[in-house]
């Protein structure tokens, strides 16, 4: 019906200079959305919620340029905090009919098949940012700065939701890698280099005959040079090697401490190593309350439930690791379910639609 944006400025113009504050908020009632992934419409997604809501604040921060020229300000802009919420959604999936041998068609649009896939109650997304000043390290028992909650969710995942989904992503990762062949990095080689390229264009004198080309300067005598090795075998540097190949047949012997101290002085330091917490922050908290996902096959005409109280995925991030020779970045993932549990239904019909006729449990 409509959206509402506003922004708002809390300092004064004179300050320009030292920083800005910016207020956005953006509110959406009662959207729809329609997508097909190609102008034929085979296959697509629908999209309908009643409220989508978002707040933020940013400050910018005009930082000085101190290389000895003249520069303007950079600017950096810094995420104070970030709050969304989605309430009431809904996805359905939509792919179009085959088309009946015999039977005219009025409309150009073939008829599409609409099937259940996801709804959820409420959706709310928080952002976080650090205070500067604030080392990570500090960060690892506070809040992580990602938090996404979803509320009452209910999926289902049957057959014809799976041909629609994996078409879909199998569309989306295409684009993406045609666009990745079409990029300006991938059409260097198709361009002709603008220094190498003979002139079209030739001397004609007035007489309308062609001139021939002038002949290529001669090439200038190249002296032949003494190589390195040459060098090093006459003279001071042959001696030398000559000593050195000597001295390599003599037994060197060589006189060492006791080191027995330093040696499990690192191995207390190894295994003080593997028991310390190297996580540095938190980074994304995923959490599922009163989830429901629907599962059904072919093989049989009923269906199963998977539910839980609780669903938690905490994403963490560590110090880099050494691993071969190289320093890579280390993720982890840990999950929790709490009160988890599945139903099946017990003589279902033959008839029955499963858009229609899903039970799904109550929350009490």
């Given at each position: 019906d409509g959206a509402v944006v506003t922004a708002q400025r809390n300092l004064p113009r004179s300050q320009v200079v030292e920083g800005r504050t910016i207020h956005l908020s953006l509110a959406l009632h009662r959207?729809?959305?329609?997508?097909?992934?190609?102008?034929?419409?085979?296959?697509?997604l629908e999209l309908t919620g009643q409220r989508i809501s978002s707040s933020s604040e940013h400050t910018l921060t005009l930082v000085p340029v101190d290389d000895g020229l003249k520069h303007?300000?950079?600017?950096?802009?810094?995420?104070?905090?970030?709050?969304?919420?989605?309430?009431?959604?809904?996805?359905?999936?939509?792919?179009?009919?085959?088309?009946?041998?015999?039977k005219e068609t009025l409309s150009l649009r073939q008829p599409?098949?609409?099937?259940?896939?996801?709804?959820?109650?409420?959706?709310?997304?928080?952002?976080?940012?650090?205070?500067?000043?604030?080392?990570?390290?500090?960060?690892?028992?506070?809040?992580?700065?990602?938090r996404l909650v979803v509320?009452?969710?209910?999926?289902?995942?049957?057959?014809?939701?799976?041909?629609?989904?994996?078409a879909l992503f199998d569309s989306f990762m295409k684009t993406k890698e045609l666009k990745k062949n079409l990029s300006t990095e991938a059409l260097k080689g198709f361009r002709g280099d603008t220094t190498t390229t003979p002139?079209?264009?030739?001397?004609?004198?007035?007489?309308?005959?062609?001139?021939?080309?002038?002949?290529?300067?001669?090439?200038?005598?190249?002296?032949?040079?003494p190589s390195p090795m040459t060098k090093l075998q006459s003279g001071q540097a042959a001696t030398m090697l000559q000593q050195l190949i000597a001295e390599a047949e003599n037994k060197n012997v060589v006189f060492s401490d006791d080191l027995s101290?330093?040696?499990?002085?690192?191995?207390?330091?190894?295994?003080?190593?593997?028991?310390?917490?190297?996580?540095?922050?938190?980074?994304?908290?995923?959490?599922?309350?009163?989830?429901?996902?629907?599962?059904?096959?072919?093989?049989?005409?009923?269906?199963?439930?998977?539910?839980?109280?609780?669903?938690?995925?905490l994403q963490r991030v560590h110090r880099p690791v050494w691993k071969d020779r190289t320093l890579v970045?280390?993720?982890?993932?840990?999950?929790?379910?709490?009160?988890?549990?599945?139903y099946a239904t017990v003589s279902a019909g033959e008839n029955d639609s499963l858009d229609e006729n899903i039970m799904w449990l109550n929350v009490e």
């Amino acid at each position: 019906d409509g959206a509402v944006v506003t922004a708002q400025r809390n300092l004064p113009r004179s300050q320009v200079v030292e920083g800005r504050t910016i207020h956005l908020s953006l509110a959406l009632h009662r959207f729809h959305i329609h997508y097909w992934m190609s102008f034929a419409m085979q296959r697509g997604l629908e999209l309908t919620g009643q409220r989508i809501s978002s707040s933020s604040e940013h400050t910018l921060t005009l930082v000085p340029v101190d290389d000895g020229l003249k520069h303007r300000p950079r600017p950096e802009w810094a995420i104070v905090y970030m709050t969304c919420e989605l309430n009431d959604a809904e996805v359905w999936l939509k792919s179009a009919l085959p088309e009946e041998s015999g039977k005219e068609t009025l409309s150009l649009r073939q008829p599409v098949e609409k099937c259940y896939c996801l709804s959820v109650g409420k959706v709310s997304y928080g952002r976080e940012a650090s205070p500067l000043g604030v080392k990570c390290r500090g960060l690892t028992e506070g809040n992580p700065t990602h938090r996404l909650v979803v509320h009452h969710l209910k999926g289902a995942w049957t057959m014809s939701n799976r041909e629609v989904a994996f078409a879909l992503f199998d569309s989306f990762m295409k684009t993406k890698e045609l666009k990745k062949n079409l990029s300006t990095e991938a059409l260097k080689g198709f361009r002709g280099d603008t220094t190498t390229t003979p002139l079209k264009s030739r001397n004609r004198n007035t007489g309308g005959q062609v001139t021939p080309p002038a002949p290529p300067p001669p090439a200038p005598a190249i002296q032949a040079t003494p190589s390195p090795m040459t060098k090093l075998q006459s003279g001071q540097a042959a001696t030398m090697l000559q000593q050195l190949i000597a001295e390599a047949e003599n037994k060197n012997v060589v006189f060492s401490d006791d080191l027995s101290t330093h040696t499990r002085e690192q191995q207390l330091q190894g295994l003080a190593a593997c028991h310390e917490d190297d996580v540095v922050h938190k980074n994304w908290l995923i959490a599922l309350v009163n989830s429901q996902v629907l599962l059904k096959g072919i093989e049989t005409k009923g269906y199963v439930i998977l539910s839980a109280a609780k669903a938690e995925i905490l994403q963490r991030v560590h110090r880099p690791v050494w691993k071969d020779r190289t320093l890579v970045s280390k993720t982890t993932w840990v999950g929790s379910l709490e009160c988890m549990q599945y139903y099946a239904t017990v003589s279902a019909g033959e008839n029955d639609s499963l858009d229609e006729n899903i039970m799904w449990l109550n929350v009490e």
